[in-house]
């Protein structure tokens, strides 16, 4: 038994890292697979009630691989942890097989449960760099966690998750409505500023455009042709563009971080 879950973990990383050669080269390099083999014998010793042994048996694991898996969780044959370096599963976590699980994830607990407090990672989910999914919830099937995202709650079959706190923007490819701000994001609650900051200044700006035509008619200096905002108010022009690009900036970083 030991020996075909070992083989189905190689499988998945060689399914799942393109940079794997051959699966002697996963075998013997590998640290996701060490890692898993390791978890596997430690929870054989938990199951036997040999708690203070299964202990020991991940710490050292830990200390060979950088993954600490705890000997109590339930961890499906062909599982890729790839990289590996800072990955924690906690006691009551349950991974399913074909899950990838990238460096720096953690699948643990807020601290306000007892009882099953990690979350369960259904099959083929894909859980992206330094992601923490935390409580005793469920991922479904086929989702993605985005990387360095805080899942906080239940997670949808086929689903995309991304941001702090975690939210979902695709559901089997299609946008959803999360998409959408919330009111108090405060991402969106700057962009709203600075529209509104923008706004005020071109009024500003058309206001002094038309003072300048009025003032230049009375005195009879000849009016400018050039468009008010290149030529009258070089200060506020410069205002608006450096408005203009700040929010550009971070609707650019919204959109980059939802897809």
Sequence with gaps: MFFSRLRKDIEAAKRN???ARNKFEIWLTYSGVHALSWHRFANRLYKMHLRLLARWASQFAKFLTGIEIHPAAKIAPGVFIDHGMGVVIGETAEVEEGVVIYQGV?????GKERGKRHPTIKKNVTVSSGAKVLGGFTVGEGARIGAGAVVLKEV???ATVVGVPGRVVRINGEKTQD????????VMKEISFLRERIFELEERLEKFASWEETHAAKNGLPQQ???PAESAAPAFQQEISAAQTAVDKDHKEKQDENL
């Design 17 to 19: 890292d393109p940079a």
């Design 156 to 158: 949808p079959p086929y």
């Design 179 to 186: 998409l959408i701000p919330e009111k108090d994001d405060p």
């Design 106 to 110: 953690t699948l643990g607990g807020t």
């Design 225 to 227: 042709s050039a468009a």
